[in-house]
């Protein structure tokens, strides 16, 4: 077989294979289960390989790659285009192959496994984050029921957990304390396996140096630096700091016609996960300049004609653009010399 150009729809057990030469005659078109791929793959002559960009794709990337094949992810988004009347494997799989010969075809850049790794950390922290906040609210919303109340925060959850484990408490029935010292008990853990993994968070960024970096700029911590560190290993695939803000979502959304230009919201394309933590820290920035007795001017001059959102996705959009300068400059943030 003459094969130049490879779709490859994966799945759990059942990959499906749509293979064409070089001028885009089909030569193959066939499924293979899972451990019939990479036996198959081996056989043939160095080829392009299309994938859509998904949570295995990674993986059989870097396996296709190691072959010696030339891999390509691609953004399902992209792919749809393509895909010819009813949706199936085989029409997936073709229409992988036609987004790849297209030469405006924007493709995702392949993660190696310590990025992948790191970002597996951020995803298993927001878990157990997440878990920890429905275990707080649920306790919160039991002891209320009995007219026990605390302020909002960590520090009311811990007063809640301590009026909890007292056994002098009368306002709680002693038919429910053990299921609500179940509760505290499963927060006091997660407490824990959250300090746990941003331990192993801050070793990696000791021995990354592109987080280092990025954490020096104000307002990106320890988990918005490995986290943009761990999935833009190449910045220089953005033309500017517009284009990285851009594609993180943090840009307004456009819908013109007519020659009228006009903008809405942000668009929240691009990762939700990084868009979230530099609003975060662009918040934090805002309560702490609000403080200062010598205020950011520019900080201030948002705060006080904008919207407390708008002002901080406009924050956030001004540290998107930061970062991508200083990872192109690969230096430390400087703060801009006093006019």
């Not at 043939?44 to 296709?64: F, K, N, Q, S």
């Not at 517009?242 to 903008?263: D, I, M, N, Y």
């Not at 990762?271 to 934090?284: E, K, N, P």
């Not at 002002?311 to 690969?330: S, Y």
């Amino acid at each position: 077989m003459n094969i130049t150009m490879i779709g490859l729809d994966i799945a759990k057990n059942v990959f499906q294979v749509h293979g064409v030469d070089a001028q885009g005659r089909v030569q193959v078109s066939k499924a293979l289960r899972r451990a019939k791929v990479e036996p198959f793959f081996a056989t043939l002559p160095p080829c392009v390989v299309g994938i859509e960009a998904c949570g295995t794709a990674y993986h059989w990337a870097r396996v296709l790659r190691a072959l010696g094949h030339d891999v390509r992810l691609i953004a399902p988004a992209h792919v749809k285009a393509y895909v010819r009347r009813n949706k199936t494997d085989a029409a997936d799989a073709a229409a992988i192959c036609e987004a790849v010969s297209r030469p405006t075809t924007r493709f995702v850049p392949l993660r190696e496994v310590e990025d992948q790794a790191a970002m597996s950390l951020h995803r298993a922290r927001a878990m157990l984050v997440k878990q920890r906040t429905m275990l707080i609210n649920a306790l919160r919303g039991h002891l209320a029921e009995f007219g026990v109340v605390a302020p909002r925060g960590r520090e009311g959850a811990d007063a809640l957990c301590a009026i909890v484990a007292d056994e002098e408490e009368r306002r709680i029935p002693e038919l429910l304390r053990p299921a609500l010292m179940i509760f505290a008990g499963q927060i006091d853990t997660l407490d824990a396996q959250v300090a746990m993994i941003e331990t192993q968070l801050k070793s990696w960024r000791a021995q990354d140096a592109a987080s280092r970096r990025l954490e020096t700029i104000p307002g990106v911590g320890l988990l918005a630096a490995t986290s943009i560190a761990a999935k833009v290993r190449n910045p220089e695939r953005f033309a500017n700091g517009r284009c990285f803000a851009a594609w993180l979502g943090l840009t307004p959304r456009q819908h013109s016609s007519g020659g009228k230009v006009r903008l809405g919201p942000i668009s929240k394309a691009g990762d939700g996960y990084i868009r979230r933590l530099l609003v975060s820290g662009a918040q934090s920035l805002l309560t702490a300049n609000a403080r200062r007795r010598q205020p950011d001017p520019w900080l201030a001059k948002i705060a006080a004609h904008k919207p407390r959102m708008v002002a901080a996705v406009a924050v956030a959009n001004k540290l998107a653009r930061i970062a991508w300068a200083v990872m192109m400059r690969q230096t430390n943030f400087r703060t801009a010399a006093p006019v």
